[in-house]
């Protein structure tokens, strides 16, 4: 049974940091991707890394978020720094072997989310 499970969120203030976790189990996938969802707004994505090592991010996000990957833990992390008001969402993390990285319909499995709330 394939599992994923988000941890990290939390609330914290404009300019702090959070690191969120990204748990697998069941399976190996070639892309753990991390989105988010804000109240009314559609699931976008955030970023993304391949088993390698490679990552893609949303240009909002590039040089304040950081994604890494280890393997044998089988666990995803994303380092969020420099948090916006504006980066408040429900982060997901998903799995995928297919591109494109950035859109929600290519990944095959979900976790249930994390919070993440910046205040001003």
């Known amino acids: 049974q394939v599992q994923l499970v988000e941890s990290g969120g939390g609330l914290v203030a404009t300019g702090d940091s959070l690191r969120l976790s990204c748990a697998a189990s069941?399976?190996?996938?070639?892309?753990m991707g991390w989105f988010r969802q804000a109240p009314g707004k559609e699931r976008e994505s955030v970023g993304a890394?391949?088993?390698?090592?490679?990552?893609y991010y949303r240009d909002s996000v590039k040089g304040r978020f950081t994604i890494s990957r280890d393997n044998a833990k089988n666990t995803v992390y994303l380092q969020m720094n420099s948090l916006k008001p504006e980066d408040t969402a429900v982060y997901y993390c998903?799995?995928?072997?297919?591109?494109?990285?950035?859109?929600?319909?290519?990944?095959?499995?979900w976790g249930r989310g994390t919070q993440v709330t910046v205040s001003s």
């Open positions: 890394i391949t088993l390698s090592g490679s990552t």
């Open positions: 998903g799995g995928t072997d297919t591109w494109p990285w950035n859109q929600p319909y290519a990944y095959n499995d």
């Open positions: 069941g399976r190996t996938f070639t892309y």
